[in-house]
């Protein structure tokens, strides 16, 4: 069975909405461990798992908004990622990072704006580890994004009234594996069939197993 660790909880995205998510995921044989409180996160406990999904902004938790992304900190997951490991950064986990330089460039791409929540439409590009993933449509808040790596594999774009963006890509750094997912506000989101697909597909392809 595969094992992740999934570092969430922010002011903004309760864990619970993660938790509920990747439920399914886990069904379908990941065991996930957690890290809530990023106070309990450290290297050394990162690197006992092939993969880690970052659904955290740049807080310590939903009741601390202190920073937590030190330079140290990002210089732990690039080397991480650099030694042949997998980071699947999915909402949130590209929120708040916008002077997070090692990290910025570690994903590729950062958040910078959100209108309202609205309808968003989010379609998969055929190929790649996705399968047969169809687009869907849900209630979401739309994540514009400044994109760092020109060679970064944009395989999902969102769209909704104000614009289309990249959804979705992935990168390698050294002999890891990045992978990028911005839809995910509501749980709504996470538990739809298709995005479910990509999830499981995204996580799989980070660890490697496909």
């Known amino acids: 069975m595969m094992r992740a660790l999934v570092i969430c909880d922010d002011y903004w995205h309760p864990a619970r909405t993660v938790r ?29 798992y092939p993969v880690v999904i970052l659904s955290k902004s740049n807080n310590v938790s939903s009741t601390n908004q202190d920073t937590w992304m030190t330079p140290e900190v990002e210089e732990a997951f690039a080397e991480y990622v650099r030694r042949g490991n997998g980071l699947l950064a999915i909402h949130s986990g590209t929120a708040g990072y916008m002077e997070a330089a090692t990290l910025r460039a570690l994903l590729g791409g950062i958040f910078v704006e959100h209108p309202p929540q609205c309808p968003v439409t989010v379609i998969p590009k055929e190929g790649l580890f996705l399968g047969d993933a169809p687009t869907f449509s849900a209630q979401d808040e739309h994540y514009f994004m400044a994109m760092d790596d ?61």
């Open 20 to 48: 509920e998510g990747l439920a399914p995921v886990a069904q379908a044989g990941v065991e996930f461990d957690w890290i809530e409180d990023s106070s309990d996160w450290s290297a050394e406990r990162m690197n006992d």
């Open 150 to 210: 020109a060679e970064a594999d944009v395989f999902l774009l969102t769209t909704s009234e104000h614009g289309t963006q990249p959804g979705g890509w992935t990168r390698a750094e050294g002999e890891g594996r990045v992978c990028v997912l911005t839809p995910g506000h509501n749980v709504e989101v996470w538990l739809n069939p298709s995005y479910q697909t990509i999830l499981d597909k995204a996580l799989r392809w980070c660890a490697k197993t496909v």
